[in-house]
């Protein structure tokens, strides 16, 4: 078999989705993946700019995938509408990109507040987490048991629909995603207690965008309803929530 078909074969088992041949962006910054080349452009404003075509391979971890180029390991998140590469040694955000350079500006970090949050010595996994994209940075339930019940809400100007990365990210510790638990199923609701709908989420870290029938909203409630288990904690956690107008 050719080495590029096999390659192809094996990544599309590990992906859902597949992101070859995709082209991500946001103002600044370009992102383009073939089946075994990375190309990118970063002109940010009063940076050096940067500019590179490399190869590239993707190692996945725990569900959690990992792209290296240039002798570097980043942590990938992606979907078909957008990807988004850690930097794990320095915690940042090295690329948020959209599948259209204006579109980036319509993922909006809603204000949310949850029933329960976990508090780990000086550490709060509270809702106001859900906003960063870094690894180890996670909303946690802090009830006893898998957080069934527990309630996100979630308030912006206008949400059309919401972006979920679920479970424990981590750079460092990629074994954490599956040692805690992860978000199986929601109900959505609006604040008049009227269901907008039930959804299973995927057990991947990868985004999952998810439509709202009857938008837009300003502000809606999320409830989980079942879990897919942690190996060893019952901790729910869920790795950051963005909406779109």
Known sequence: M???????????????????????????????LTEDRIEFKDYTPDMEPIKFDAEYSISVEHSISFIQFQGKRWLFLSSP?????????????????????????????????????LIEGNTHYNAENLAYTESNTPWVEGVEG?????????????????IISNGFVSYNSPCLYSKNSRVKE???????????GTYELQDTPNPQHIPLPGAPYKKIIIEILSVYEGSQYEDTCINFLYVKP
């Open 81 to 117: 509408e957008l990807a988004i590469i850690l930097d794990g040694i320095f915690p940042r955000t090295m690329f948020f990109g959209a599948d259209r350079p204006m579109n980036v500006e319509k993922y909006l970090d809603p204000s949310v507040h949850s029933s329960s949050y």
């Open 146 to 162: 898998f957080g069934i019940g527990e309630i996100l809400t979630v308030e912006a100007y206008s949400i059309s629909e919401i």
């Open 2 to 32: 050719n080495r590029n078909i096999f390659l192809y074969f094996i990544l599309s088992l590990l992906f859902p989705v597949s992101f070859f041949g995709q082209e991500y962006s946001n103002p600044f910054q370009l992102l383009r």
């Open 186 to 196: 929601i109900l959505i609701s609006d604040t008049a207690g009227k269901l907008i």
